[in-house]
């Protein structure tokens, strides 16, 4: 049987990456994507149910301090000026567009399942933000073309994710264990991202990229 096609790249040559009791995980020699089968994909009231159960209470100050990993080096790339801004997957809490909000820039959020709002995504913005929701998208090539037509010219996009790590270690990675994670990238995979789509991208620490489309 022919394994899937990557679905960020459309790649036909994949490779057995990894397999566990619950999944097994492919590999993209182009892009570098690991990602999850088709048939192991939830259905989408499961998968909302599952982020039901996640903690993102606004008020939850450790959360403030995890998405301030990205909100740092986020607005320092955007300098003093109010921007204008889309928190793309802000999940049930969208503590993130708060924080953007409190530093002066002016936010939208959207989640298909938590802020599924058709108008946010028919005007252009300053940046966009994804904080821990990339590893979910079941069509990412779909995404990222959704993500360059959203942002202005010389706009930024800030991304955070868990990068996987060896094929030895990953399969005793937690972060694979979430049913909802499908789709799992490396640094190979956004600077072969920067490159298809003439992106410039920085790495500020292990989990945050931010690229900056170039004009």
Not at 14 to 37: I, N
């Amino acid at each position: 049987m022919p394994l899937d096609h990557c679905p960020l790249c459309h790649h036909s040559d994949t490779l057995l990456f990894s397999q566990d009791q619950q999944r097994t995980y492919l590999h993209c020699t182009r892009c570098k994507l690991v990602f999850v089968p088709k048939q192991y994909l939830l259905s989408p009231e499961q998968e909302r149910q599952h982020y039901l159960l996640h903690n993102n209470d606004v008020q939850d100050t450790g959360y403030r301090h995890f998405l301030n990993q990205l909100a740092t080096p986020l607005l320092a790339s955007l300098g003093p000026a109010a921007k204008q801004g889309l928190d793309f997957g802000c999940g049930p809490g969208p503590l993130l567009a708060q924080i953007l909000s409190e530093a002066g820039h002016h936010m939208q959020v959207w989640d298909p399942f938590f802020a599924n709002n058709p108008m946010v995504l028919q005007q252009q913005y300053d940046f966009i933000s994804c904080t821990e929701a990339i590893e979910h998208f079941v069509n990412p090539a779909k995404e990222w073309q959704r993500w360059l037509s959203l942002l202005k010219t010389e706009g930024i996009l800030a991304i955070m994710t868990k990068c996987y790590p060896t094929a030895e270690t990953f399969n005793h990675w937690y972060y694979k264990r979430d049913p909802t994670h499908i789709c799992f990238f490396s640094r190979e995979t956004f600077l072969w991202l920067a490159a298809q789509f003439n992106l410039h991208c920085a790495f500020p620490t292990n989990d945050v990229v931010i690229f900056h489309k170039n004009g």
